[in-house]
């Protein structure tokens, strides 16, 4: 799997029917054709447990966009103050799908579609 851009955005963590603002971490890497994406996130545990976090929650994206985030267990006062919030991987077909969802990526890429030389990628593509 090929690493193609790291990105940070800005959204609104979606809990019960309440928004707050978040900021999140995209991670797209190549594989076999198709754009592997996970988002993550980190708040505050007391924050959370006020909000009325268990284990899921939806990001709202930069894009409008919306993206299931997930804790491993359960958030209570026994868990670390900064708690991690992570996506199931999301798979994209092409720069245009990931872009259009994502489009805080099309700002780290300025130098084109791709940032990895042939010296990156293992396989060639045909």
Known sequence: MTHLEN???QGQLLIG??????SY?????SATGDI????????PRD???KQGFKRRATLVLASGDRVEVLHEDEVD???SLSIVLKSQSLVYSGKEALFAAFPELRAQSPR???R???????KPTA
């Open 112 to 114: 084109g579609p791709s």
């Open 7 to 9: 990105a940070d955005g």
């Open 25 to 29: 971490r995209v991670a797209a890497r």
């Open 116 to 122: 990895a030389n042939a010296s990156d990628d293992p």
């Open 77 to 79: 006062v026994s868990d």
């Open 47 to 49: 924050w959370l447990i």
């Open 36 to 43: 592997d994406v996970t988002v993550d996130l980190q708040a």
């Open 17 to 22: 029917e309440r928004l707050s603002p978040v």
